[in-house]
């Protein structure tokens, strides 16, 4: 990603239409995960899930913190537009099953993603209606 694109990336989620959630271990206070929600991007105004991380020992279906924030973002991004996007790494294996245990399809647009050496981003959508 370019600097314009960050740039860009980081503009929008100091929005008013921005959301973003945060799971927190209840004896420690501590920020186990996180979700944000953006409107738009380059490919469109439809929201897009962004800032996707759950700490390592809290992941998984057991605990469930994944799901309950992408809850949270579903519901919030309904109120908006009738699909939700995300951009996931190619080789994040447990990522993908987690999207498409959710509904998300791959859309078949990629990116290159700098951050990452042989980074190629996939983009998933679903319908939230």
């Known amino acids: 990603m370019d600097e314009a694109a960050w740039r860009m990336r980081a503009a929008r989620g100091d929005r008013d239409d921005a959301g973003s959630y945060v799971a927190i271990e209840q004896t420690t206070g501590r920020w186990v995960g996180m979700m944000s929600c953006q409107l738009g991007d380059e490919y469109?105004?439809?929201?897009?899930?962004t800032g996707v991380y759950v700490s390592a020992e809290f992941?998984?279906?057991d605990l469930g913190v994944a799901d309950r924030l992408l809850d949270h973002v579903e519901t919030y991004a309904s109120a908006f537009a009738p699909r939700l996007r995300l951009f996931v790494y190619e080789g994040s294996t447990p990522a993908l099953r987690f999207y498409s245990r959710r509904g998300f399809t791959v859309t078949g647009r990629t990116a290159a993603e700098a951050m990452v050496a042989d980074g190629l981003l996939?983009?998933?959508?679903?319908?939230l209606r």
Not at 122 to 127: I, Q
């Open 122 to 127: 996939v983009e998933m959508s679903r319908s």
């Open 44 to 49: 469109g105004r439809e929201p897009i899930l």
């Open 59 to 61: 992941r998984g279906r």
